[in-house]
């Protein structure tokens, strides 16, 4: 499907909005970033054309725009072009990680939610682009958003670090920002609909030690896996066991607590 209406009318336009991006009136942004945003929700046909006639640079440079609706509709539109898989390599081409990292330390609620999900799907595209937001301020922010974001927020931040975690420097640093402990909550709570999402990310983090040793000192993390393992879905149970198996082999204390809760 083409872009409703008249085709070559439509290509116009949206060459048109493109180059308001770059308008020093902050109404011509606002009013074009908003079309974009609609336009690249609509069909993946879109979503090519948009990025073809160059927006992408211009979105993600939106990302810094003190409008907060600006904001928000310019990290919305990139999500919705990553979508499709070239444009997910043309936005990693424009450095978007600092400035998605950005959004979700100054963004509005769905701001912060979509900029969580845009870097879950950059994540999905290459090891590189999970090295380098890793080494971004990105990995803090999104455990934030886990403590603190709305339920949809929770489940964004939680997919971006379940690929995130699958890199080994990653796993590191999300141990050492704090994650067990909201994990582990999140793995306790079936009425928050994330248990499942939660014992993968702790899975990546058993594999390394501090990510054992972590979770062993968390309370309720030992519990929370055995529960897991009894009562979860059959992808939780797998990923609870593969955590307790790591964590004893990591430590003989973490075996003994484990066989007296299994107990």
Avoid: W
Wanted: aromatic content about 2%; hydrophobic content about 45%; proline content about 4%.
């Amino acid at each position: 499907t083409d872009l409703a209406g008249d085709h070559g009318d439509n290509l116009q336009q949206v060459q048109a909005l493109v180059e308001d991006l770059q308008s020093l009136s902050t109404s011509t942004q606002g009013n074009a970033v908003r079309e974009l945003r609609l336009l690249s929700k609509l069909n993946m046909e879109n979503r090519i054309v948009i990025a073809n006639y160059g927006a992408i640079p211009g979105l993600v440079a939106l990302l810094h725009s003190e409008d907060p609706e600006i904001q928000e509709n310019a990290v919305t539109a990139l999500l919705n072009l990553s979508i499709n898989d070239n444009n997910k390599s043309e936005i990693s081409t424009a450095n978007p990680i600092d400035s998605l990292a950005h959004v979700l330390t100054v963004g509005t609620p769905a701001a912060k939610e979509n900029a969580a999900a845009t870097l879950f799907s950059l994540s999905l595209m290459d090891n590189e682009n999970k090295a380098a937001i890793g080494q971004s301020a990105a990995i803090p922010l999104l455990i934030d958003l886990l403590i603190n974001g709305s339920p949809r927020g929770q489940k964004d931040a939680l997919n971006a670090l379940n690929i995130l975690s699958t890199d080994p420097m990653n796993k590191l640093k999300i141990v050492r920002s704090n994650a067990v402990k909201p994990l582990v909550a999140l793995m306790s709570d079936p009425a928050a609909g994330l248990v499942d999402k939660a014992v993968a990310v702790i899975h990546n983090l058993a594999h390394i030690p501090e990510g054992s040793t972590s979770i062993g000192e968390v309370h309720g993390g030992i519990a929370g896996l055995v529960e897991v393992v009894e009562t979860g879905t059959k992808r939780s149970k797998e990923n609870a066991t593969a955590a307790l198996l790591c964590m004893c082999l990591h430590a003989d204390k973490f075996r003994i607590a484990v066989l007296q809760e299994g107990g």
